[in-house]
């Protein structure tokens, strides 16, 4: 089974390698990707491809993503798993790309049984065993871009052991003790901190929820790991642990 997975490995990167142009000008695009060596380059550049040949990027509201958009979408998608592989990304098969924010209807009860209706524009989401939706306007501004897409891509792994809730499934070498220890002393912080109005590392955003932390964690973790690991260490090893990357050691 290994050896037939990896001829199809092979074949998907022969059939569909990306034109060097192609590439280059989507690694320019985005800075979190100059930390990165030749190896780790040609790593991402083999689950970009794959990623592409695997699953759909498509548009939506009358945007029609060219080759270069699905490039750097793809690019951007392969650096979560770039220590892992894109078996991690089996619980789902679409990214669809919006030329802006979208709006979503959410819908939900309150204690009272009253349910409540609520309309509002969203730069990314992430469907439960569905698509990742995002937004083009957003992704192409640069390091936001970036980390909108990580956001998103960090719902989907905390997704594959069911709901999200800022714990995915861990590596049989990791420990859940220290794990939730590390995650609840920094989510505390950073709920203290914004409740005080302090100096906050983390995007506000994470403190809405735990599953909500785990993203913005993510995000930060690949595109600002200087600043989590100042202010959160123990909770930036056990991301090293998880995404098997070290980006300060790169």
């Known amino acids: 089974m290994w050896s037939l997975r990896a001829w199809r490995r092979r074949r998907l990167l022969r059939r569909h390698a990306l034109p060097e142009p ?4 989507a690694v320019d ?18 689950l970009a491809t794959l990623l592409l040949a695997t699953k759909t990027i498509d548009g939506a509201d009358g945007f029609e993503p060219d080759d270069a958009v699905r490039v750097a979408v793809a690019a951007l998608a392969a650096l979560p798993i770039l220590g892992l592989d894109l078996d991690w990304y089996d619980n789902w098969h679409e990214i669809v790309l919006y030329p802006d924010a979208f709006v979503q209807q959410q819908e939900w009860q309150d204690g ?21 939706l995002l937004s083009w306007h957003d992704i192409a501004a640069g390091s936001h871009g970036a980390r909108l897409v990580i956001h998103e891509l ?17 590596h049989r070498t990791m420990n859940r003790h220290a794990w939730t220890d590390a995650f609840s002393r920094a989510y ?31 995000e930060t973790f690949f595109a600002a790991p200087q600043a989590l690991h100042a202010h959160y260490p123990q909770l930036y090893q056990q991301l090293c642990a998880f995404y098997r990357q070290q980006p300060l050691a790169v």
């Open 188 to 218: 505390t912080d950073l709920r203290q901190r914004i409740a005080r109005g302090d100096f906050a590392a983390l995007d506000p955003y994470g403190a809405t929820n735990p599953a909500e932390f785990f993203a913005v964690a993510s």
């Open 29 to 46: 695009g985005f800075p979190l990707f100059g930390r990165l060596g030749s190896v780790e380059r040609l790593r991402l550049r083999e």
């Open 154 to 170: 960090a719902h989907k792994l905390d997704m594959l052991n069911g709901p999200a809730n800022g714990f995915p499934p861990l």
């Open 112 to 132: 009272g049984g009253v349910v409540h209706r609520q309309r509002r524009a969203l730069e990314g989401e992430a469907w439960p065993q569905g698509p990742v």
């Open 22 to 25: 192609l590439w280059q000008a």
